[in-house]
T-cell receptor, first 113, second 115 residues
Framework: DGGITQSPKYLFRKEGQNVTLSCEQN?????MYWYRQDPGQGLRLIYY???????QKGDIAEGYSVSREKKESFPLTVTSAQKNPTAFYLC????????????FGPGTRLTVL | KNQVEQSPQSLIILEGKNCTLQ??????????LRWYKQDTGRGPVSLTI?????NTKSNGRYTATLDADTKQSSLHITASQLSDSASYIC??????????????FGKGTKLSVIP
């Protein structure tokens, strides 16, 4: 059963804590992406990776970090430096080039208490 | 600056009726245009992808059109069902060459289908 999964579905964090969101895909896609979605806003790109061990900053990378040690996995860490981290986070994957179709995971809703 | 504008922001229609959602973009150079459906609290799911040479594409009751000259697209939903209630997102890809990233997302149209 091919697809892209994210965990957890809901995450609560206290101010000052780092949290890591998981994203796994078994679609054999080279490229993976992290987006942030806020109410009334379009998706905004945080980070993307087109190949293992390489990743690039997106439009709103400050306060976030990623790693890409395996093709299947692209975890996102929300650090305490992110001033407004409460949002819905979406992971996506695609074949190598970003103009190809992106497949999205179910999302993680992060709430900072 | 690349932009994607969607209208209306929200729409309420009766079950069984048709509706049309609009997307205007200023992304250049253009590679493709996609429509996604996003249920509340879920990830977006692709409905259609159209390249420059395609001016219409259907997926069941969903039909997307593209006018690359005027940089406009529409998504027409026929015989709406309650399950069509969702946000519909227009996404335009700019061809930067060598696979470099350039996707521009619209804010979406929130469609509510009522009995």
């Amino acid at each position: 059963d091919g697809g892209i999964t994210q965990s957890p579905k809901y995450l609560f964090r206290k101010e000052g804590q780092n949290v890591t969101l998981s994203c796994e895909q078994n679609l054999n896609h080279d490229a993976m992406y992290w987006y942030r979605q806020d109410p009334g806003q379009g998706l905004r790109l945080i980070y993307y990776s087109q190949i293992v061990n390489d990743f690039q900053k997106g439009d709103i990378a400050e306060g976030y970090s990623v790693s890409r040690e395996k093709k299947e996995s692209f975890p996102l860490t929300v650090t305490s430096a992110q001033k407004n981290p409460t949002a819905f986070y979406l992971c996506a994957s695609s074949t190598r080039y970003s103009y190809n179709e992106q497949f999205f995971g179910p999302g993680t809703r992060l709430t900072v208490l | 600056k690349n932009q994607v504008e969607q209208s209306p922001q929200s729409l309420i229609i009766l079950e069984g009726k048709n509706c049309t959602l609009q997307c205007n973009y200023t992304v250049s150079p253009f590679s493709n245009l996609r429509w996604y459906k996003q249920d509340t609290g879920r990830g977006p799911v692709s409905l259609t992808i159209m390249t420059f040479s395609e001016n219409t594409k259907s997926n069941g009751r969903y039909t997307a059109t593209l006018d690359a000259d005027t940089k406009q697209s529409s998504l027409h939903i026929t015989a709406s069902q309650l399950s069509d209630s969702a946000s519909y997102i227009c996404v335009v890809s700019g061809d930067s060459g060598a696979g470099s990233y350039q996707l521009t997302f619209g804010k979406g149209t929130k469609l509510s289908v009522i009995p």
